[in-house]
């Protein structure tokens, strides 16, 4: 099975929960110490490959999927596509992972827990923190900054690299739709 439809609840669509689920599950990949792998069915959102089962005999071809080129650019310029959209979103987490030295391989990693709900990791190099929060359900969330967070509760500004949206003041709520995950940076 691939590792995209693992994370859905349709085997015969793709929902926007779905893709959600599985780009917070990349992400968080991201986020962790080391260099992340990235595989290439999960890049382009690959789904199960059955045709390939029937053809070959081998359960194992579910998820090795071989595409034709001119295939797989057809699925990826259609912008609507789920393959287009979690390529695109995919690469650009994986820029700017890339632009911020905290997601360095060897930069400092604390894993902060705020229960089953979240999973939250702060990574710093020198004097730049990131503090990664990630919803892991599939509902709307506020999480609201306590003594657990106490390095976002002061009066300064904090944004969110992967969106660009600032959190303002002391007491911060951070509402993160169902599996959303912010890299706030402070």
């Known amino acids: ?11 015969e669509k793709v929902t926007d929960l779905h893709m959600a689920r599985f780009l917070c599950s990349q ?9 992340p792998a990235v595989y290439f069915h999960s890049l382009t959102a690959t789904r ?7 053809e070959t005999g081998r ?5 090795r999927r071989k595409w034709q080129e001119d295939e797989l650019e057809a699925l990826l310029a259609d912008r ?6 979690i390529c695109k979103e995919y690469l650009q987490r994986l820029h ?8 360095h391989p060897d930069a400092s990693q604390q894993i902060i827990d705020l229960g089953p709900d979240w999973f939250v990791v702060e990574r710093g190099w020198k004097n730049n923190r990131v ?14 900054v306590d003594k657990r967070l106490e390095r976002l509760n002061h009066a300064d500004s904090c944004s969110d690299i992967l969106t660009g949206r600032r959190y303002m ?3 911060k709520v951070i509402a993160l739709d169902a599996y959303q995950t912010v890299w706030l940076q402070y």
């Open 48 to 54: 199960n490959n059955y045709a390939g089962v029937e």
């Open 96 to 103: 700017h992972r890339s632009q911020h030295k905290v997601f």
């Open 27 to 35: 992400t968080v990949a991201m986020e962790l110490r080391g260099v």
């Open 131 to 144: 503090l990664c929060i990630s919803n892991f359900t599939d509902q709307y969330r506020e999480l609201k």
């Open 169 to 171: 003041g002391q007491g």
């Open 80 to 85: 609507r596509s789920p393959a287009a959209r």
């Open 1 to 11: 099975i691939t590792y995209f439809d693992a994370l859905g609840d349709d085997p």
């Open 59 to 63: 359960a194992r071809t579910i998820n």
